[in-house]
């Protein structure tokens, strides 16, 4: 029995001496010089929550969850005989004003013409009317002298009466001429006041062409948003991806703003580690670091520190001495180089800080 006890104790003896070798030939193979930070985590990414920006039924979705989606690719569309109705009817109305708008300038441009020309035509009939003033009121002023002349004549009976009723006649005839002639520079002037007047009618067919002009302006504003609204009813990917969730079938009803997918973008996908309090002072941002990850162990990813967080993870409570700040981590975010779409989200991975410029880069074992 003494001999028995002896062999089982001397082999746990050697079986914590070689469990102890072990882990300590574990822990040496995964060290790395002074200069590199060794840490782990996860692949993770930039998430899009994919929504409506129109209310409408979902009549197709193309995707299920996990599927991998290029940027564009259409993912869901929704039913669109509301919206197509809404723009014809936009497209009508704009058709209208682009005619109103049509007629309202040919009637501007007539208008405007018309009133040069009858403020001209009145502005010689005008001119032509007080030519005929001064040409009647000439012969007035002669008809009158022979008349004045021939009646002194004939008180001395030197002349004949026919000679004075030829000359009264004359006379009357020119006063007469004279009337009318007065008259109608009365009535030109009277049509050149109305012509002048004619700028006001310019002004109210500019006016009615501008209102066409804003109607027009408001159909083909509604024309451009109903079409908007028509585009958005075919939803897409807006980045090259992986669908995390599908939360939307075919036949439901969805408003603006329904989550329908959540996409994570493969080329703004990170590696999140924790390090060390101690260490934290050694990361900064934009530092170069590798990341490593089992499903291609013959490769590294380009990567470099895009965040680091502003204070300890893990910890319930405010910490004050050096004993418990030595336990707390640091969430780090390393944005990975991913053109090739190889990594993941939620790939375990490796990832080597490089905080000294002059240590060679090693792979950790």
Do not use: C, H
Not at 58 to 64: E, H, I, S
Not at 116 to 131: D, H, M
Not at 217 to 242: C, F, K, S, Y
Not at 265 to 281: A, C, H, M, R, S
């Amino acid at each position: 029995m003494p001999t028995r006890r002896k062999l089982i104790f001397t082999g746990i003896i050697i079986l914590i001496l070689v469990a102890m070798g072990l882990g300590l030939l574990s822990q040496w193979g995964r060290a790395v010089p002074d200069g590199l930070l060794l840490a782990s985590g996860r692949i993770e990414g930039d998430e899009v929550v994919i929504a409506p920006k129109v209310p409408g039924r979902v009549v197709m979705v193309t995707k299920y969850r996990g599927e991998t989606v290029t940027a564009g690719e259409v993912l869901v569309r929704l039913s669109s005989e509301q919206i197509q109705a809404q723009l014809d009817r936009a497209r009508e109305q704009e058709r209208y004003w682009q005619e109103r708008v049509q007629q309202a300038q040919i009637d501007l441009d007539y208008t405007a013409r018309q009133v040069n020309t009858e403020i001209a035509a009145a502005e010689a009939r005008l001119a032509a009317a007080q030519a005929r003033v001064q040409e009647a009121e000439a012969d007035l002023v002669r008809s009158r002298q022979d008349f004045r002349r021939y009646d002194a004549l004939l008180a001395r009976r030197v002349i004949p009466q026919q000679k004075l009723d030829e000359a009264t006649a004359l006379f009357k005839a020119a006063a007469a001429r004279r009337e009318a002639a007065s008259q109608e520079l009365a009535q030109a002037g009277a049509l050149l006041q109305q012509a002048r007047l004619l700028p006001r009618t310019v002004q109210l067919k500019q006016q009615e062409w501008q209102s066409a002009r804003a109607n027009l302006a408001a159909a083909q504003a509604q024309v451009r948003e109903a079409e908007a609204n028509l585009a958005d009813t075919i939803i897409a990917a807006p980045a090259d991806g992986v669908l995390l969730t599908r939360q939307v079938e075919p036949g439901e009803i969805v408003n603006p703003g329904t989550p329908l997918f959540t996409l994570v973008n493969l080329q703004q996908l990170y590696l999140k580690v924790f390090i060390n309090e101690p260490d934290i002072g050694k990361i900064r941002l934009g530092q170069e670091a590798r990341i490593y990850v089992d499903a291609f162990p013959d490769r590294f990813f380009p990567a470099f520190v895009s965040r680091v967080s502003p204070r300890a993870e893990f910890t319930p409570k405010y910490v004050e001495t050096r004993e418990e700040r030595v336990n707390l981590v640091f969430a780090v975010e390393l944005r990975a180089d991913n053109p090739e779409g190889y990594l993941k989200p939620g790939m375990p991975g490796e990832a080597l800080l490089r905080w000294k410029d002059t240590v060679p880069w090693r792979r950790p074992r």
